[in-house]
């Protein structure tokens, strides 16, 4: 590349880096590399803004979309002019190395600056293999799982030159009407902290210029799950103490794991729109957590302002959004075509401009685009799955599983099935040979021809075994057709057992599929229980991003396993799961209603000055309670069983008085431990988790707080001790002053495996 006259090219600029790192040793072995990097890189972004017009710094803080769009907006595609004339720094949902690197030669071979596009994309759950979606993740209690998922993500999108997910989503969500409930780990803030950052590391890996590392994105801040209604892009109003309590603790915890990007939300918080909003972007995110890398507006949201009522016209959308924080504006165009003229009326100064271009920049040359900006192309776009993918998305759908329920009366659990010749299985229902819908939403480059469906694999596990399977769909997800029952019924009454695959489409989660309803949709409900009017034992899997309103199944089929949307390896391991091969170990991370009016219903609730569970018989009118259904969940957070049974000791801790001086100057802790036991024939997983409640304090705290959770493999009579320490972090809380610390009071600690269950140790915390 040939350097222009007055302008800095990208091979002068690499060179920096290069020289310095060669000062510090061969290797980069010498500790203060990453200084002498960040001080090379530095020195790069400052030569090149000394030499930008404010056109070109208006153009880095602006994002267009390429190919399939992903929200309304322009639907423009031909970019070739613009990136030239350095107007784009970014685009999204280019998804192939082709495309990418067309693009990318225009702007480092034909701009005057050469800078380097950045390319984005939504990668959720997966790039071309596609795992369960979030929320089936988050049910496996287990970020190492969820870390080597998104490091696979990451190397699939990086070969076709995605460097930017649109991941994580660490939105905490109480209502399960939301669709977005299924890109999330569902409504706990301390899980939610667990799984944002097992994202961000397997994202970002070790080092973001490492060629297989793809910067993460934690959205939607904030507090875009409380949506009113649990509708989406609806109104939030959350008080500062929930904010912070709550939703502000996934955020932060990104924040901490090194998180390069974050996107403001769609959502007006308190009033003010989230992507105009000073007090979350400015004061929270940059001034008090010290974010350094760039914030990314939502699609169009920036424009939105103006349906929001708080901009009249686009140049007051763009310098609000701007100058509370917004530092890219995805797909509205505004920042390109308002900002320079803002500047120069001077109501945006050069100063900020310049530090929004400067983060962009800055990420940019940590992610190495500098040096390296064209993707390396791979045939994985095109060529089959390979086994070290498709052994993994087995893995991650086997460890999503949620047995619900599995009795009968007086009789053995129905599962696991014994496998053996002569055993008649009836399939039924609609979502038994689905293959795009097992994708879920968001399923980026994934394809249905990926995917095994469970009839597929139980077809290929009873040739094998010389088992007799019957199939009849039975009814569609939605619509009123009812011909398909008759054969449905006839299969059934032949089988031994009947598995019943029942729930949502696919494109019915993720964004803009807020549901009013959460029942079975369409005829399914009656499918199944002119299915159950056989007499036949049945297995009903459901198929769903959210929670799901089932009280007739809870109340008539004997097992019930959630099954969410597990991807391309949906058949197979369900399959292990029906047979015995791996057990269940799933736990649900989101309450599971027995009615939709529950809503929004979560187990981490304040108490009320009238709680029902506290009545006097007889005086329970005059309680918090609904007169028409219980108060209690169908299915309660943390709830999921197994092929065997575990028993759990009453907590014990290793002081029964704690100073809370102490814990706030960090020079204390309590260590809290108990013993897991399996009772039963079979080896089996489950998980331990820590619940705490405090009492006595200046403001009222949750019935119960998670506060700790281990994933524990146990061999028939094995126990083990798990033991959780607990400190300020796990006992502090946002006081009646607004300050984080411990209080004198009463603590109650339980472990167990849900939410409800157990008997608490209790610890008293002075002053």
């Given amino acids: 590349m040939v350097k222009e006259t007055g302008v800095v090219c990208l091979v002068c600029l690499s060179s920096l880096t290069a020289n310095a790192q060669a000062k510090n040793g061969q290797n980069g072995q010498n500790s203060n590399e990453s200084n002498v990097s960040a001080e090379a890189r530095e020195t790069m972004v400052n030569a090149l803004m000394r030499q930008m017009t404010l056109e070109e710094k208006a153009g880095q803080l602006n994002q267009f979309s390429v190919g399939e769009p992903t929200g309304p907006g322009t639907r423009r595609s031909a970019y070739e002019s613009m990136i030239a004339a350095g107007q784009i720094g970014s685009l999204i949902n280019a998804t192939n190395a082709a495309q990418v690197n067309a693009f990318q030669r225009i702007a480092v071979e034909q701009s005057r600056l050469h800078i380097p596009l950045l390319f984005g994309l939504d990668v959720i759950h997966g790039f071309r293999t596609i795992f369960p979606v979030n929320l089936g993740l988050a049910a496996s209690w287990d970020s190492s799982l969820v870390e080597r998922v998104s490091r696979l993500a990451a190397e699939e999108a990086s070969a076709e030159g995605i460097r930017w997910t649109f991941s994580p989503m660490v939105d905490i969500a109480r209502d399960a009407r939301w669709g977005r409930i299924a890109e999330g ?7 939610g902290s667990a799984f944002a950052q097992a994202y961000i590391h397997g994202y970002q890996g070790a080092r973001l210029d490492t060629p297989t590392s793809i910067l993460a994105c934690a959205k939607h801040f904030i507090g875009y799950g409380a949506a009113e209604g649990g509708r989406d892009y609806n ?43 000073s007090f979350t972007l400015n004061a929270l995110l940059r001034k008090e957590w010290k974010f350094a890398g760039f914030v990314v507006s939502d699609w169009s949201s920036v424009a939105e302002l103006e349906a929001h009522g708080i901009a009249s016209d686009g140049a007051t959308a763009a310098r609000k959004a701007f100058l509370a924080g917004v530092d890219m504006d995805m797909e509205s165009s505004l920042y390109l075509t308002e900002l320079p003229q803002l500047v120069r ?15 962009v920049l800055r990420v940019k040359a940590a992610l190495g685009l500098f040096d390296d900006p064209y993707a390396r192309g791979s045939d994985g776009i095109e ?20 047995l619900l329920k599995n009795a009968r009366p007086s009789e053995s659990p129905l599962l696991p099935l014994q496998a053996k010749p002569g055993l008649r299985i009836a399939l039924v229902g609609p979502l038994a040979d689905s293959a795009q819908d097992m994708l879920g939403c968001w399923s980026a480059q994934g394809r249905a021809s990926d995917v095994v469906t469970l009839r597929a694999a139980l077809a290929e596990r009873a040739a094998a075994q010389r088992m007799r399977l019957s199939y009849a769909k039975g009814a569609d997800i939605l619509g009123v057709d009812t011909s398909g029952f008759a054969q ?5 009454r032949r089988a031994d057992v009947v598995l019943v695959a029942l729930g949502e489409r696919g494109d019915r989660t993720g964004e803009a599929t807020s549901r009013a309803h959460l029942d079975l949709s369409g005829q399914q409900e009656n499918l199944l229980k002119a299915v159950a009017a056989t007499g036949k034992p049945i297995v009903l899997l459901l198929f769903s991003g959210r929670p799901l309103t089932i009280p007739w199944a809870a109340a008539h089929v004997p097992t019930i396993v959630a099954a969410w949307f597990p991807g391309v390896q949906a058949g197979p391991a369900l399959v292990r799961l029906l047979f015995g091969e791996v057990g269940p170990s799933g736990h649900i991370t989101a309450t599971w209603p027995r009615a939709v009016g529950q809503e929004p219903l979560y187990y981490n609730a304040l108490t009320t000055g009238r709680p029902l569970a506290d ?19 169908l299915f309660p957070f943390g709830h999921g069983l197994s092929y065997t049974t575990f028993s759990y000791s009453m907590p014990s801790t290793d002081q029964d008085v704690l100073s809370a001086a102490a814990i706030n100057h960090r020079s204390a802790t309590i260590t809290v431990r108990a013993t897991v036991t399996n009772l039963g024939k079979r080896e089996g997983t489950t998980v331990a988790q820590c619940y705490i409640r405090l009492t006595g304090t200046s403001v009222a705290r949750p019935v119960r707080e998670l506060k700790g959770f281990q994933r524990l493999h146990l061999e ?3 126990s083990k001790t798990v033991e959780f320490k607990l400190g300020k972090d796990e006992l502090g809380f946002w006081s009646e002053d607004m300050q984080f610390r411990a209080e004198p009071g009463r603590l109650q600690v339980w472990i167990g495996g849900d939410s409800t269950s157990g008997v608490p140790a209790e610890v008293t915390v002075h002053k």
């Avoid at 109104?235 to 939703?247: F, G, K, M, N």
């Avoid at 900020?352 to 271009?357: E, G, R, Y």
């Avoid at 009545?615 to 969940?633: C, H, K, M, Q, V």
């Fill in 185 to 191: 780990a569902g409504e706990d803030p301390y899980l």
């Fill in 235 to 277: 109104t939030t109003d959350i008080p500062e103490r929930l904010l912070r309590q709550v939703y502000a603790v996934p955020f932060h915890s990104s924040i901490e794991a090194k998180a390069a990007t974050v996107m403001a939300a769609f959502n007006a918080l308190n009033g003010i729109p989230a992507s105009a909003n």
């Fill in 345 to 359: 009326a001077g109501t945006v100064s050069v100063a900020k401009l310049d530090d929004a271009v400067g983060r």
């Fill in 383 to 402: 060529a089959p799955l390979p086994a070290r993918s498709l052994a993994l998305a087995r893995e991650a759908a086997e460890e999503s599983f949620v």
């Fill in 488 to 492: 449905a019924v006839r299969i059934s």
């Fill in 615 to 633: 009545a006097l018989p007889g005086l329970d009118r005059f309680t918090s309670r609904y007169i028409d259904e219980p108060n209690t969940p």
């Fill in 716 to 718: 028939p009579g094995q």
